[in-house]
């Protein structure tokens, strides 16, 4: 399953633009920007993004990306798993 990967545009100011930009150079994300997710505090106190649905924050764009690619990692261990 593709991951779903949601940013808020009130909070490009943190940096989270460019994080997107090259979330969207990967044709294996959809990637979705809304005008607000809703998280009012946590847009406003760092940069963070959805990765299928859960919240991923970070005090900085960079480690930003780095920890949406190891949500996004996690999810793809899981599904691989074979629970039968």
């Known amino acids: ?13 943190t940096g989270t ?3 997107m930009k090259k979330l969207e150079a ?7 920007e809304y ?5 009012c505090g946590q847009c406003y106190a760092m940069p963070y ?3 299928n649905g859960e919240i991923v ?4 764009a960079d480690t930003l990306y780095t920890l949406i ?6 999810a793809d261990a899981w599904a691989d798993l074979d629970l039968d």
């Open 69 to 74: 690619l190891e949500k996004v990692n996690e």
């Open 57 to 60: 924050a970070s005090e900085d």
């Open 17 to 19: 633009d460019q994080v």
């Open 26 to 32: 990967d044709p294996d994300y959809d990637i979705i």
């Open 1 to 13: 399953m593709r991951p779903i990967i949601e940013f808020c545009q009130s909070n490009m100011h």
């Open 35 to 39: 005008g607000c997710l809703g998280n």
């Open 49 to 51: 993004a959805l990765v």
